[in-house]
């Protein structure tokens, strides 16, 4: 965690704690995605996934708000078309480019870590995107949500349009996608795009944090097969489900994390589980 980044950073808030926060951090450019974002996103994932001091992920933005979506010279830069004469070839290399910025996204899925998403301010276009492929979303009475992208004649194209449908219901993406209206905390609760909603910044900040908290302390082995399934079983009928899950705990299930959750329940300890 010792990297160096331009339109990120990590740090850590409690000394000894098993979570980490992740912020965009462009606040002048309301977090806006640049460039470097997604190449700095991923690596950060991919450092804190193999970390084993890290069991919990918190990702909110610095400033007042989440995320404006993506910098429109970032954009600009992808859909250049002096790059290529050849249509043909532009038209690959795009595809090429477009699948660069997806890969950014899906990186929250790779990580083996719950990422918990902390949202105040505006979450636009890009950062429905980001939200959407996080395990755990909640957000300030002041968060406002926009899928932005008809309103810059773009077709939605960084996971939104794949995973909002699975989180909020099919006919309410198709709503929220084609209208680019905004739309409120309050009413993401009730979409069911968050579980929860904080009167202020401070109070959402300090929610986040018993939540995290307490996801890092349960079995880092649980935690990260929980994810793993949940986020497979979306491709897979429930028969397919079941016997993934079988599978995966014929592997994992007999542990040091299973002795120590049942002895520490027979003597009415806290348990304390061993880095993953």
Not at 130 to 141: G, L, M, Q, Y
Request: hydrophobic share 40%; glycine share 8%.
């Amino acid at each position: 965690m010792e990297e160096s980044y331009k339109s990120i950073k990590i740090e850590g808030k409690t000394p000894n704690s098993r979570v980490i926060y992740l912020y965009l951090n462009r606040p002048s450019q309301r977090n806006a995605l640049s460039r470097e974002f997604f190449t700095e996103f991923p690596k950060a994932l991919s450092s804190l996934d193999q970390n084993p001091n890290v069991n919990a992920i918190v990702l909110s933005g610095t400033g007042d708000h989440f995320c404006s979506g993506i910098d429109l010279k970032t954009l600009s830069s992808v859909t250049d078309h002096t790059t290529s004469t050849d249509r043909g070839r532009f038209s690959e290399k795009f595809r090429r480019d477009i699948r660069f910025l997806q890969d950014a996204v899906t990186a929250i899925e790779r990580c083996r870590k719950p990422v918990i998403a902390s949202i105040h301010g505006a979450c636009i276009g890009g950062g429905v995107d980001i939200v959407t492929a996080c395990d755990i979303r909640f957000c300030s009475k002041d968060a406002f949500f926009s899928v932005k992208e008809v309103d810059l004649a773009i077709t939605a194209d960084l996971g939104t349009l794949q995973r909002l449908p699975a989180i909020v219901g099919y006919g309410n993406a198709m709503e929220l996608a084609l209208t680019g209206r905004r739309f409120w905390g309050l009413e993401a609760k009730e979409l069911g795009l968050v579980s929860r909603v904080f009167g202020t910044s401070y109070e959402l900040d300090q929610g986040v944090r018993l939540v995290a908290e307490g996801i890092a302390e349960k079995s880092p082995l649980a935690v990260t097969g929980t994810k793993a399934v949940l986020l497979r079983s979306r491709e897979l009928t429930v028969e397919q489900g079941l016997d993934y899950v079988a599978t995966w705990n014929s592997g994992m299930l007999l542990s040091d994390d299973l002795k120590e959750a049942m002895s520490s329940n027979i003597q009415k300890r806290k348990p304390v589980f061993a880095k993953l």
